[in-house]
């Protein structure tokens, strides 16, 4: 019994110091349909997650260069992406280079 208690009590202890253990960052959804991104400009805190839903009738990307690349979404695919370096990124689909959209990550 002792030694479960211990073993609990550090658990405890560690959650307690190690607070970004329980806190997730915030979810947020891109919709691609009609050809463009919508919302076209989403701003979102490090840690975040974005999710990126193709409903559109043909496969896109999210690409800004080496920073951001999903490779092909396809129709009803999506594709998820944890912001974790500050900064605004412009990205485009490489498929439909006119459909452009902007994450600013603060």
Request: net charge positive; charged share 20%.
């Amino acid at each position: 019994m002792l030694r479960r208690t211990g073993r609990a009590l550090a658990l405890a202890t560690a959650l307690v110091l190690s607070p970004g253990l329980l806190a997730a960052g915030k979810l947020h959804q891109v919709t691609i349909e009609g050809m463009k991104f919508v919302p076209e400009s989403l701003e979102v805190a490090p840690g975040d997650t974005v999710t990126w839903s193709n409903k559109d009738f043909v496969p896109h990307t999210v690409s800004a260069g080496k920073a951001i690349e999903s490779g092909t979404i396809e129709t009803n695919g999506s594709w998820k992406y944890v912001a974790r370096q500050k900064g605004r990124f412009d990205y485009v689909c490489r498929f439909h280079p006119g459909m452009r959209a902007t994450l600013v990550v603060k």
